[in-house]
T-cell receptor
Framework: GAVVSQHPSWVICKSGTSVKIECRSL??????MFWYRQFPKQSLMLMAT?????????EQGVEKDKFLINHASLTLSTLTVTSAHPEDSSFYIC???????????FGPGTRLLVL | GENVEQHPSTLSVQEGDSAVIKCTYS??????FPWYKQELGKRPQLIID?????GEKKDQRIAVTLNKTAKHFSLHITETQPEDSAVYFC????????????FGTGTSLTVIP
């Protein structure tokens, strides 16, 4: 199956700092990547859809100025949490969809803890 | 937009028994239905999927059935094993929504040895 990596896997930072999370498709090209947030014992909550070379589409209630998404190539998308606060602490997961497919393949997730 | 409901939220079965998880969807345009397994702290992994032109698909101990008329699809796991214990998510999508997945709320499956 297609492989997606995510880096870092763990981040602990102070309130007010920015954190960048990278999502890479290792063995396929992903025209579309998705960013999710998952709270304990809950489902995946879509934050934004990222298309290569264009601006991300954010879901209602997700602040685009706080969660900056860049999809600069067919294998890399980044999520930057700007001026992070404790309420941003969560598990962030990305996924990618290979060309001409519908299946999403997920990264291993990044656990963010903001102190 | 699409709305996916999943039941039950928790399920406990004895090892060797079968487990069934059901999902319903609202958008008749949805045409692709994947199922994911997520172990604690790990990524969701695709275990089986089905497209709307097929009524049933099987892969060893796992099967998925789809009833387009009733807009529901189900995951069937036979001869359950302790390693099947995890949270299972169903999803629905269509090209009309840019292949955005609409996830169910998840089912926590526990297989008791």
């Amino acid at each position: 199956g297609a492989v997606v990596s995510q880096h870092p896997s763990w981040v602990i930072c102070k309130s007010g700092t920015s954190v960048k999370i990278e999502c890479r498709s290792l063995d396929f090209q992903a025209t579309t990547m998705f960013w999710y947030r998952q709270f304990p014992k809950q489902s995946l909550m879509l934050m934004a859809t990222s298309n290569e070379g264009s601006k991300a589409t954010y879901e209602q209630g997700v602040e685009k100025d706080k969660f900056l998404i860049n999809h600069a190539s067919l294998t890399l998308s980044t999520l930057t949490v700007t001026s992070a606060h404790p309420e941003d602490s969560s598990f962030y997961i990305c996924s990618g969809t290979p060309l001409y497919q519908e299946t999403q393949y997920f990264g291993p997730g990044t656990r963010l803890l903001v102190l | 937009g699409e709305n996916v409901e999943q039941h039950p939220s928790t399920l406990s079965v004895q090892e060797g028994d079968s487990a069934v998880i059901k999902c319903t969807y609202s958008d008749s345009a949805s045409n692709y239905f994947p199922w994911y397994k997520q172990e604690l702290g790990k990524r969701p992994q695709l275990i089986i999927d089905i497209r709307s032109n097929v009524g049933e698909k099987k892969d060893q101990r796992i099967a998925v059935t789809l009833n387009k008329t009733a807009k529901h699809f189900s995951l069937h796991i036979t001869e359950t094993q302790p390693e099947d214990s995890a949270v299972y998510f169903c999803a629905a999508t269509s090209s009309n929504t840019g292949n955005q997945f609409y996830f169910g709320t998840g089912t926590s499956l526990t297989v008791i040895p």
